[in-house]
């Protein structure tokens, strides 16, 4: 994946379409607070497990949060993931996440729900479900990459490469994902896998 970034602006954010930044006034054990705090949306993850592969499959993309923290990084590898905002079910977000961006088709039945957890408590402490599928490639139905203008690329992580890749601080990755893995290993005799 190849990212060449130019023309880069930072402007004072006006209108939005995904958070809405808010200011909070409250009074805490009788001491009166502020917080700057972010309305966002809630979302979905999914862990997937290639059978064949005996490999995650995982998604490579260019986060400019990121990248305005650290211009060294050039993508970040994530979970397959998805707002809710839509109004459909958190299982059936996850699914059509999981066609979109990878390429694969998985039914309701074989979505395994791992748990709940808020992400970024500091700011938006929006809600993240997680999910865990297992594919092969007799479900793959197009190449992914995502929809609009996502530039999604796919990466197949080995398992037996996972604990030298959740310590490697040269790779930007999210909690979820590392918490996802951790999961796995933790679980992988009870999944027969």
């Known amino acids: 994946m190849i990212n060449i970034i130019e023309n880069l602006e930072i402007c004072e954010l006006k209108e939005t379409n995904y958070i809405k930044p808010i200011k909070v006034k409250f009074t805490q054990n009788g001491v009166r607070k502020t917080w700057e705090a972010v309305r966002s949306h809630d979302s979905v993850s999914i862990l997937l497990y290639h059978t064949q592969k005996k490999a995650f499959l995982l998604v490579k993309q260019f986060r400019i949060p990121v990248y305005l923290n650290d211009e060294n990084i050039k993508f970040t590898f994530e979970l397959c993931a998805g707002l809710v905002d839509k109004d459909k079910t958190i299982e059936e977000i996850a699914i059509e996440e999981i066609d979109e961006e990878c390429g694969y088709k998985v039914d309701l039945q ?37 929809v609009n203008d996502e530039q999604i690329e796919l990466f197949f992580l080995d398992t037996n490469s996972v604990d030298e890749f959740i310590f490697d601080e040269t790779k930007a990755k999210t909690p979820g994902l590392i918490f996802s893995l951790y999961w796995f290993l933790k679980n992988r005799d009870n999944l027969g896998l």
């Not at 709940?116 to 992914?144: C, M, P, R, W």
């Open 110 to 146: 074989d979505l395994k729900k791992i748990t709940s957890f808020f992400t970024n408590v500091g700011i938006s402490g929006a809600k993240q479900y997680l999910f865990f599928a297992t594919i092969d490639e007799s479900q793959k139905i197009h190449s992914g990459g995502g």
